[in-house]
């Protein structure tokens, strides 16, 4: 703690000073190393040191031919000759012709002043170093205080060499040699490196503050002059006694300056040579309090902290600290000064000042772009327990091309959508005032990061919106994904309802291994126009609206009921469902219309193992689309650009029609069964979880003797919706699947009722009041039909509808369309109010209709004999 210095020898003791930097030892001191030097001539006023206070003891030609320099011994061996042992004389100043160029320097190591005593009063400064080599007879000496390498002679050491190890630190003086003007080290001692601390803190008074660096720099100074500079002074009283205890800018503790009159605590230090010092200063009560500035970031019932401007620190304050009539709130900009209290920094006299007058980054213009090193793992509750305030990794190129990695938190990113190791970012620089610590900031993501990274992309529409949250109706995806209105990437906008958008569909973190909900990540908006959900079959198709679309679509049975459109000619006149949201405004019966015919894109492909379904979408057809059919044969790739997190939802791509037969199927059996379905195929039960049918086979007595399995390859007809319980013929494969699975029904036949658009009713009452339901996708043939066409259906198990549906006759023909138009043109009210029957007319007798004795045929204008 601080420099201490020490004088020469006296004149009676060894010589202990340096020999010449190079030199080889055994030169002057004849390879006795560790010899002892001879006693020393006294000194008398005639032989004291020179002005010039260091000397060399080489040989010199300008001394007298039989005197050396230190006199009494040949001028040829300076220290005495080869082989014996001469004493080393005083120095002779009379022997110097001249003196160095290097050594005229006043301010040199020794000075010009004498004491009077005759001897140099000038004291070199103590230093402290690390042994950094040591060789035969000499050593080198790596400086603590500075960046210096200095040598020393074994002969310099006090003490004894063989207790002298590489490590050790040592002090010494540092002087130079004469002949070359290099700095070397002399009197050097061995030091403990440890340092006692007192366990007590004292409290005390800073009497000399610390200059600064820029102050000590100016001019040229010497050693010990710097040494001063840098070195403080606190008084100290102890039992009646004032001590001065120095003090250096590292023993300080936090980010404050000292000034005269500070009251601070601290604890005494105590070197190996007892030389006391300061050291963990705190600033208790500053003598010119010093304001300091920060920002409110966290309050509780009756205290909070405030983050510093001045330091990377928070500093506690209790509510009483500030001015009663401001009411203090997260996120204020404030003044305060520093108080220690139970040895705790506190903030006290908070005032607030005006918003944005504490600022603690320089954010520069710059763009820079960069990739994601580490996202923010915003679902992961053990990084919040890192404490770690800067978590994410970024890494880019700097203007010199060399490569910088920088940090960014929560609050760096524009908007709270998900990132991704390897995403493309665009971001700004924010420059921390405090420690010139650098972060990204202003966050971004650039659309090129899905193009590089190839992450499969899905386009949608906003179907719905809650609080927070919405669903999206997927052109992919025949159910609606859930999203967080966090995940949109365009903050500036607000999401709205019919929003076509872009997205990246994961895996829900929230969702268990029960319940494996997806959802959409990374939301871009699209230009309107840009989602298709329907496949183009025709365009500018007229026709005659022959049934008006209600106002909210109707639901019948198991379809969707709209309006009904006519279009075509002759025998290929055709109708087609329409809803009014797809018309600019509502059309009226009889209108003529001109409108487009699209279809539904999407499909499931049932795998070679029967055991689940892979959806499609008809962009990954290889091919046209409407040429696809039921129990096709395909070949096709699962997505593997968003397999991790897809669930078990992964789409097919690459789909293509393979030829009949080149699916190898088990051989089937010869063998018929009769059974009934226990369990149909999960798209007639979307709620099962098990994709396959099931049919069983049972005695006379109701036991069942087997089951078997059966997907949509099993099927006659493809089309054949099997419920439960249906009765149905089938024979099994060598792998016991059923196959050529048939329904027993019976046949019934009917006229039809009624037609509209891809749906019908037949004249078959199945429930009171109510006609059999049919849909154009059960007509057998693709036949035409027409109201009062007579045909030939069967009734689904379970469902008041009609399947296998088969035209018998045309004995009616098409109606006229002036007939229909009359029939069926007229237009409803929906206004007002309507008719509608809820029971058919029944007998007293509970008999449908009137008896037939009641319709005996009568004469005209005769009465009943009982009338």
């Not at 050396?68 to 080869?82: E, K, R, W």
């Not at 050097?188 to 006692?196: H, L, M, R, S």
């Not at 055991?611 to 039921?630: A, P, W």
Request: charged share 25%.
């Amino acid at each position: 703690m601080g420099s201490q210095t020490k004088p020469f020898r006296s004149a009676d003791a060894s010589f202990m000073d340096y020999v010449a930097y190079g030199q080889r030892s055994d030169v002057f001191f004849s390879g006795q190393t560790n010899q002892t030097a001879a006693p020393r001539q006294s000194i008398n006023p005639s032989n004291v040191f020179p002005p010039i206070g260091t000397f060399s003891i080489e040989t010199t030609t300008m001394a007298a031919p039989n005197q050396g320099v230190f006199g009494g011994g040949d001028g040829m061996s300076v220290l005495g000759s080869a082989g014996t042992t001469g004493s080393i004389g005083v120095f002779n100043a009379n022997a110097m012709m001249s003196v160095p160029n290097n050594m005229n320097n006043a301010n040199n190591t020794y000075s010009n002043a004498q004491n009077t005593n005759g001897v140099d009063a000038s004291q070199g400064t103590r230093e402290t170093g690390i042994i950094e080599k040591l060789l035969h007879s000499y050593g080198f000496i790596q400086c603590c205080e500075r960046q210096a390498r200095l040598f020393f002679h074994f002969s310099q050491f006090g003490g004894n060499i063989e207790h002298l190890k590489i490590g050790d630190p040592v002090e010494f003086e540092m002087t130079y040699d004469r002949r070359t003007g290099k700095p070397i080290a002399s009197q050097v001692t061995k030091i403990a490196p440890e340092v006692v601390l007192s366990e007590e803190r004292v409290t005390g008074t800073v009497t000399t503050e610390l200059k600064s660096d820029s102050a000590s720099s100016g001019g040229t100074t010497s050693s010990s002059t710097s040494s001063d500079t840098t070195t403080g002074r606190i008084s100290y009283e102890n039992r009646g006694e004032c001590f001065f205890l120095p003090y250096t800018k590292d023993d300080v503790e936090g980010n404050v300056s000292l000034r005269s009159g500070d009251k601070v605590s601290f604890q005494i230090a105590t070197n190996q040579r007892g030389n006391l010092g300061a050291c963990h200063i705190r600033l208790e009560n500053p003598a010119h309090p010093v304001k300091y500035r920060g920002v409110v970031c966290s309050m509780k019932d009756t205290f909070g902290f405030i983050e510093r401007a001045d330091v990377v620190k928070e500093i506690f304050f209790h509510f009483s600290e500030a001015d009663n009539t401001i009411e203090l709130r997260p996120g204020d900009d404030v003044e305060f000064i520093i108080q220690t209290r139970n040895g705790k920094e506190v903030a006290c006299n908070i005032a607030r000042l005006p918003p944005g007058s504490v600022i603690f980054e320089d954010v520069d213009t710059t763009i820079y772009k960069g990739q994601v090193l580490k996202p923010l793992d915003r679902n992961n509750p053990a990084r919040q327990q890192t404490n770690d305030p800067l978590p994410g990794r970024i890494r880019y190129r700097a203007a010199d091309h060399s490569e910088v990695e920088v940090p960014f938190g929560d609050k760096d990113q524009k908007g709270d959508y998900t990132l991704r190791h390897g995403d493309w970012v665009q971001f700004l620089l924010a420059t921390d005032r405090r420690d010139q610590l650098q972060r990204a900031t202003s966050i971004s993501l650039l659309d090129e990061t899905f193009q590089v990274s190839g992450e499969k992309r899905e386009q949608g529409m906003v179907a719905s919106l809650k609080e927070g949250f919405g669903f999206l109706r997927c052109v992919e995806r025949s159910v609606r994904l859930f999203f967080h209105f966090t995940e949109v990437l365009d903050t500036s906008r607000e999401i709205s309802v019919d929003d076509e958008v872009e997205f990246t569909v994961i895996q829900d973190p929230g969702s268990s291994f029960a319940n494996n909900r997806q959802s959409a990540i990374r939301i871009k908006h699209l230009p309107v126009g840009t989602v298709k959900f329907e496949t183009l079959i025709e365009s500018n198709v007229e026709g005659v609206v022959s049934r008006e679309a209600p106002k909210s679509p109707i639901k019948s049975q198991e379809r969707t009921e709209g309006g009904v459109i006519t279009y075509g000619q002759g025998p290929n006149k055709k109708t087609i469902m329409y809803f009014l949201k797809d018309c600019d405004k509502p059309p009226r019966v009889g209108d003529k219309v001109r409108f487009n015919i699209c279809q539904e894109n999407f499909g499931f492909i049932e795998t070679v193992e029967h055991d689940q379904e892979v959806f499609f979408h008809f962009s990954n057809f290889v091919g046209n689309s409407n040429t696809l059919e039921l129990g096709q044969e395909v070949e096709y790739t699962l997505s593997t650009r968003n397999a991790i997190n897809a669930g078990n939802c992964i789409p097919a791509e690459n789909v293509k029609v393979l030829p009949k037969g080149t699916i190898q199927q088990p051989k089937v059996l010869s063998a018929s069964f009769s059974g009934s379905v226990l369990r149909p195929l999960r798209c007639i039960n979307p709620d099962q979880v098990e994709y396959s049918g099931l049919v069983q086979v049972k005695n006379e007595s109701g036991d069942t003797l087997s089951t078997h399995e059966f997907g949509i390859t099993s099927l006659k007809n493809h089309r054949d919706l099997l419920q439960k319980d249906d009765v149905v013929t089938f024979k099994v494969d060598e792998l016991n699947r059923a196959m050529e699975i048939a329904p027993v029904r019976t046949k019934k036949q009917a006229k039809v009722d009624s037609i509209k658009g891809q749906f019908g009713f037949l004249d078959f009452e199945v429930d009171e009041g109510k006609k059999l339901f049919f849909h154009m996708s059960d007509v057998q043939g693709n036949a035409n039909l027409y109201l009062g066409d007579t045909v030939e259906f069967s009734i689904r198990n379970g469902k008041t509808s009609a399947c296998n549906v088969v035209k018998l006759n045309d004995a009616n023909g098409p109606r006229p369309e002036r007939l229909i138009s009359r029939i069926k043109l007229n237009s409803v009210d929906d206004s007002g109010p309507r008719l509608t029957a809820i029971r058919a007319p029944k007998g007293p007798d509970g008999t449908k209709g009137f008896h037939a004795s009641a319709r005996t045929p009568r004469l005209n204008a005769v009465c009943p004999v009982n009338a």
